[in-house]
C-alpha cells in the first residue's frame, strides 16, 4: 500500500493526513457565487445546504432543527438523548451550566450528564419532540446507537421520522453483542422504508461494508473536534480526516460501479470547525459535513454555548468534555449565511463555501469533488 512507513522493525503503520495539511488549488476558471449551487439530495429529500447536524443536545432542539431545516439544512435529534429522557430540558440544562459555573473540575458537568442520561428514555417525549419538528414541515431526522436501533427504530417511524441516523464512535455492519441479537444493518435496513445514514467510519474497507448494507449515507469520523472528543485518548482510536474522507469517497467511487450506479453520499463529522473545513471536506470527497461545535456559537443553541458531544455522557467510558469556549455571538442565519465581520472563517460557513466553489470554477458539489489539492510541507 502506498504511504506506508516503518514505524520499527516489522511495523509500517499508514501515512494519513488532516484537513489542516490539504489546501485546494485555484483553477484556471473563476464564475460568480451567485451561479454556484451548494444543493444536495439523500434519496427523496432535498437540501440547499450540505448540512447536517452532529446530533447533540447542545446544538440540536426540537426548535434548532426546525431552524436548521427551514435554512436549507438538515437538523438532527438525538433520540437517546436528553428530549427522550426529560420533561423539563431547560431545568437539566440548567444544572449542566450550574456545574461548570460551581467548578473549574472538567469531571464536574461529566458526572451532571451521566446523571441525566441515567433516567430512562421516554417514548412518549421524543415522539413529542418529533412532532414538533414534523409539523413545521422540514425532514425529522433522528439519531440511534447501534446498541438500541432494533429497540427505538420502530415507535421512531411510527412517530414520523424520515430519515434515521445510525451512529456511534466506530460502526460495522454487524454490531456483535453477547447479551443479545446482534444488529446486522444490512437485514435492519432491508426492513425500513426510510433511508438510513450510518457511521462513524475512518477507511476504505468499512466505509465499503456499510455501503453494501444498503446505507444512504455513510458517516465519516467520530466528531472529532480539538480540546472536546478524546477518543484518541481514551481508546487510542483516530481519524486523519483529509485521508478518511478521500478513503470513503474511494469506496463509494467502486461499489457505484460494483452496484452499476447506487450513489452512498459520504459526510464528514469531525476536524469541521471553519468555512475553509467546510470546503477542504467537500474537495476532498464529502457530498456533505456534520457539524457540531460551530453551530454552538448560535444564539440559538440551547446549551448556553456549552458543547460536548454524545460519547460524554458514556456511564462508564465518557470521550468527550463539555467545552466551555464558545462565545454564543451570532444567530444562526448570520452563523450559516453572514454577512461576518470576523476573518477567522467561523461565520458565514457556507455562503464562504460558495465563494471557495466560486473562486476554483465550480458550480456544483460534486463538480468541486473533483478540484486540486496540494499537501502542506
Not at 1 to 9: A, K, Q, T, Y
Request: net charge negative; with cysteine.
Amino acid at each position: 500500500m502506498r504511504d506506508l512507513v516503518e514505524i520499527g522493525m516489522g511495523r509500517t503503520a499508514r501515512r494519513a493526513y488532516e484537513l489542516d495539511d490539504v489546501e485546494i488549488i485555484p483553477s484556471r476558471r473563476t464564475r460568480s457565487s451567485k451561479d454556484v449551487s451548494t444543493a444536495w439530495q439523500i434519496d427523496a429529500y432535498r437540501f440547499e445546504i450540505p448540512l447536517i447536524t452532529h446530533p447533540t443536545d447542545a446544538i440540536v432542539s426540537p426548535g434548532t432543527a426546525v431552524a436548521i431545516g427551514e435554512l436549507g439544512g438538515l437538523g438532527v435529534l438525538n433520540a437517546e438523548g436528553l428530549w427522550a429522557r426529560h420533561g423539563d430540558v431547560e431545568e437539566a440544562l440548567f444544572r449542566l451550566v450550574q456545574s461548570v459555573e460551581d467548578t473549574d473540575d472538567p469531571a464536574a458537568p461529566v458526572r451532571v450528564l451521566q446523571e441525566l442520561h441515567s433516567a430512562p428514555v421516554r417514548m412518549d417525549l421524543i415522539a413529542e419532540a418529533i412532532k414538533q419538528v414534523r409539523e413545521s414541515g422540514v425532514t425529522v431526522a433522528v439519531r440511534v446507537s447501534p446498541q438500541r436501533a432494533a429497540e427505538l427504530t420502530p415507535d421512531l417511524l411510527a412517530a414520523g421520522v424520515e430519515v434515521l441516523v445510525v451512529q456511534g464512535t466506530i460502526i460495522s455492519a454487524e454490531h456483535v453483542s453477547r447479551d443479545g441479537e446482534p444488529l446486522n444493518l444490512k437485514s435492519f435496513i432491508a426492513d425500513l422504508d426510510v433511508p438510513v445514514i450510518a457511521g462513524g467510519v475512518g477507511d476504505y474497507r468499512t466505509a465499503m461494508h456499510l455501503m453494501r448494507t444498503g446505507a444512504a449515507g455513510v458517516i465519516v469520523g467520530y466528531g472529532y473536534t480539538p480540546g472536546v472528543t478524546t477518543t484518541d485518548a481514551v481508546l487510542g482510536i483516530g481519524v486523519p480526516m483529509a485521508t478518511a474522507i478521500a478513503d470513503a469517497a474511494a469506496a463509494r467511487r467502486d461499489y457505484l460501479d460494483e452496484t452499476g450506479g447506487r450513489y452512498v453520499h459520504v459526510i464528514a463529522d469531525g476536524g469541521v470547525l471553519t468555512s475553509g473545513d467546510v470546503a477542504k471536506s467537500i474537495a476532498c470527497g464529502a457530498d456533505a459535513v456534520m457539524l457540531g461545535e460551530p453551530l454552538a456559537a448560535a444564539a440559538e443553541a440551547p446549551a448556553q454555548g456549552l458543547y460536548w458531544t454524545a460519547a460524554s455522557a458514556h456511564p462508564s467510558v465518557p470521550r468527550s468534555h463539555v467545552s466551555t469556549g464558545v462565545d454564543q455571538v451570532v444567530d444562526l442565519r448570520s452563523l450559516l449565511f453572514g454577512p461576518s465581520v470576523d476573518p477567522r472563517g467561523v461565520t458565514n460557513l457556507f455562503g464562504s463555501l460558495r465563494r471557495a466553489m466560486a473562486k476554483t470554477g465550480y458550480s456544483d458539489l460534486k463538480e468541486f469533488q473533483k478540484v486540486g489539492l496540494t499537501i502542506r510541507g
